[in-house]
């Protein structure tokens, strides 16, 4: 499978705990976003690499939370000390990054803080 | 700020029926995608428009972009029940630079056998 890859696809987790997400994009794509979604809602960004490069962030991402593509390839969310308000799908997606592309999204990773 | 509003937000028909989604905005976009999820998964691609005006189809899906590419609509012919799920529009800010995807709420549609 050469699609976006993500994991662990599900999450449980006790509020206050770390928990870090992996995203391995299409091998090609220079460009990796990161989205939130919650029930019912579209994708929110939160945040995008070019390369190794983090080129733009949300303001949806507070301080406990940090991505980084360290060698432009996989890359990881970590969010600290986790909230109720973080329970959501992360998206990983990925593109060429040339004009017109389009982005390919993995299958989501689910977080429930608990 | 950048907003994509999709309209209708939910739709059930009945199978057979057709339906139009639409999804507008004040900003130009360099290029917009169509995607539909299932419950639990990721978005997967429909299609992405590129030149204002253009239409394609995909079976029995037809997208076109607007003149302006400041909207897009969705027409699906005789729907069935496998259509069910959330359409999603995404697009990119033309002027801005950035190659941040905005995405629009999402119509929610339902396909009754």
């Known amino acids: 499978d050469t699609g976006v890859s993500q994991n662990p696809r599900h999450k449980i987790t006790k509020r206050g705990q770390n928990v870090t997400f992996r995203c391995d994009p299409i091998s090609e794509h220079n460009r990796l976003y990161w989205y939130r979604q919650t029930l019912g809602q579209g994708p929110e960004f939160l945040t995008y690499f070019q390369n190794e490069a983090q080129l733009e962030k949300s303001r949806l991402l507070s301080d406990r939370f940090s991505a980084e593509r360290p060698k432009g390839s996989f890359s990881t969310l970590e969010i600290q000390r986790t909230e109720q308000g973080d329970s959501a799908m992360y998206l990983c997606?990925?593109?060429?990054?040339?004009?017109?592309?389009?982005?390919?999204f993995g299958e989501g990773s689910w977080l429930t803080v608990v | 700020t950048q907003l994509l509003e999709q309209s209708p937000q939910f739709l059930s028909i009945q199978e057979g029926e057709n339906l139009t989604v639409y999804c507008n905005s004040s900003?130009?976009?360099?290029?917009l995608q169509w995607y539909r999820q299932e419950p639990g998964e990721g978005p997967v691609l429909l299609v992405t428009?590129?030149?204002?005006?253009e239409v394609k189809k995909l079976k029995r899906l037809t997208f076109q972009f607007g003149d302006a590419r400041k909207d897009s609509s969705l027409h699906i012919t005789a729907a069935q029940p496998g259509d069910t799920g959330l359409y999603l529009c995404?697009?990119?800010?033309?002027?801005?630079?950035?190659?941040?995807?905005?995405f629009g709420t999402g119509t929610r549609l339902k396909v009754l056998a």
């Open positions: 900003s130009v976009f360099s290029s």
């Open positions: 997606a990925s593109s060429l990054g040339t004009s017109g592309n389009t982005i390919y």
């Open positions: 995404a697009g990119v800010d033309a002027i801005s630079g950035t190659y941040k995807y905005i």
């Open positions: 428009v590129v030149t204002g005006g």
